[in-house]
T-cell receptor
């Protein structure tokens, strides 16, 4: 069965650079969620989209933005990167109940 | 806002023993309670879930119980195996595209 696809798997950026993370949800899933997970921490909710509209917002910094496109894929744009942005970024998709998570993008800011 | 508390943070059991992880939630409107298993470097994987109209659900060695009045739910793993070693997250959410709130996680070690 198709899963949630995230790209890239690994990304290394320097401070103050920008990064774009991509997420391709499971076909026919209408909701996409973005989470940030620091080392040894639980996933922290950033933002979600339902039918291409922002549906909920969590602790997402103003330096980050996201959108969901007509084909339902989503992109998380991160600007002015800071060392503290280094984390695993997960995308999840759902239709009604239950998330399916992608494998994540490991972002390292140096 | 919604808060989910999870205990214990670390659990070590002998292979074959049972493991129990407990969570409480604060938002009485929550109606969906999934459990995720996360292995190192991988995304959380859904292992079992329960909805608010059910008190207990079982899937082979894994069972989840829900007490809506007390707002707590628990994961039970029986006959644990070394491959059960991972971090387990409980979570709570409401239907309708709302975010899922995760517990802090329990690192389970199963000793052979």
């Amino acid at each position: 069965a198709a899963g949630v696809i995230q790209s890239p798997r690994h990304l290394i950026k320097e401070k103050r650079e920008t990064a774009t993370l991509k997420c391709y949800p499971i076909p026919r899933h209408d909701t996409v969620y973005w989470y940030q997970q620091g080392p040894g921490q639980d996933p922290q909710f950033l933002i979600s989209f339902y039918e291409k509209m922002q549906s909920d917002k969590g602790s997402i910094p103003d330096r980050f933005s996201a959108q969901q496109f007509s084909d339902y894929h989503s992109e998380l744009n991160m600007s002015s990167l800071e060392l503290g942005d280094s984390a695993l970024y997960f995308c999840a998709s759902s239709k009604r109940y239950g998330y399916t998570f992608g494998s994540g993008t490991r972002l390292t800011v140096v | 806002g919604e808060n989910v508390e999870q205990h214990p943070s670390t659990l070590s059991v002998q292979e074959g023993d049972s493991a129990v992880i407990k969570c409480t939630y604060s938002d009485s409107a929550s109606n969906y309670f999934p459990w995720y298993k996360q292995e190192l470097g991988k995304g959380p994987q859904l292992i079992i879930d329960i909805r608010s109209n059910v008190g207990e659900k079982k899937d082979q060695r894994i069972a989840v119980t829900l007490n809506k009045t007390a707002k707590h739910f628990s994961l039970h793993i029986t006959e644990t195996q070394p491959e059960d070693s991972a971090v387990y997250f409980c979570a709570a959410s409401k239907s309708g595209g709302f975010k899922t709130i995760f517990g802090a996680g329990t690192r389970l070690f199963v000793k052979a």
